[in-house]
């Protein structure tokens, strides 16, 4: 059974530092998201990442994969209060390809306070 | 266009009843899935609908847990007997691909308090 381990779990931090998150599996991916859940409503989807090595970003918030699709991390430059929420990361295992169900990381509680 | 809602957005209910919880996926989404959320946890998946039928329901808990889905609309999870272990957050997402990668498109989940 695939495990998505996040870490840190807990993260407090002031308006202007930054921070990396980081998403760790025991297998190998096959693709990689990304979500922010904000308390009360259900995850919105960041970024999806495919490819070993693949580096994307959104705004201050870089995505990267590992060249062997086994972690991935996600930093954050300058945080702002807006950021404060859940992160988690989601990955569809191989052999779900029929199902397309995700298998989510433990999450990563991020309070940026001003 | 509208997003994916359910209801009731709470739910109280004392140990041994049975609830229902609903979920109406975004219009023309084919696809529609259940996941649980523990306080401050990640996300278990549940079951998957394609259609109304369900090729995956590996993640439901117990036999008290049931879902079923009509068409491609509305689907409702069931849970009888309810016990304090059931106390969650359930998510419903749907989406309108399937094959890697998509996006699923999540609701703001029904909180269930078994008390």
């Known amino acids: 059974t695939q495990l998505l381990e996040q870490s840190p779990q807990f993260l407090s931090i002031q308006e202007g530092e930054n921070l990396t998150v980081y998403c760790n599996s025991s297998?190998?991916?096959?693709?990689l998201q990304w979500y922010r859940q904000e308390p009360g409503e259900g995850p919105v989807l960041l970024v999806t990442?495919?490819?070993?090595?693949e580096v994307k970003k959104l705004k201050r918030l870089t995505f990267q994969f590992g060249d062997a699709r086994k972690d991935s991390s996600l930093h954050i430059t300058a945080a702002q209060p807006g950021d404060t929420g859940l992160y988690l990361c989601?990955?569809?295992?191989?052999?779900?390809?029929?199902?397309?169900?995700?298998?989510f990381g433990t999450g990563t509680r991020l309070q940026v306070f001003p | 266009g509208a997003g994916v809602s359910q209801s009731p957005s709470n739910k109280v209910t004392e140990k041994g009843k049975d609830v229902e919880l609903r979920c109406d996926p975004i219009s023309g989404h084919t696809a529609l899935y259940w996941y649980r959320q523990r306080l401050g946890q990640g996300l278990e998946f549940l079951i998957y609908f394609q259609g109304n039928s369900a090729p995956d329901k590996s993640g439901l808990p117990s036999d008290r847990f049931s879902a079923e889905r009509t068409g491609e609309s509305v689907s409702t999870l069931t849970i009888q007997r309810t016990q304090q272990e059931d106390s969650a957050v359930y998510l419903c997402a749907s989406s309108s691909v399937t094959g890697l990668p998509y996006e699923q498109y999540f609701g703001p989940g029904t909180r269930l308090t078994v008390t």
């Open positions: 990442v495919v490819t070993g090595g």
């Open positions: 989601a990955e569809a295992p191989y052999e779900s390809y029929n199902t397309d169900k995700l298998i």
């Open positions: 297998s190998v991916f096959s693709s």
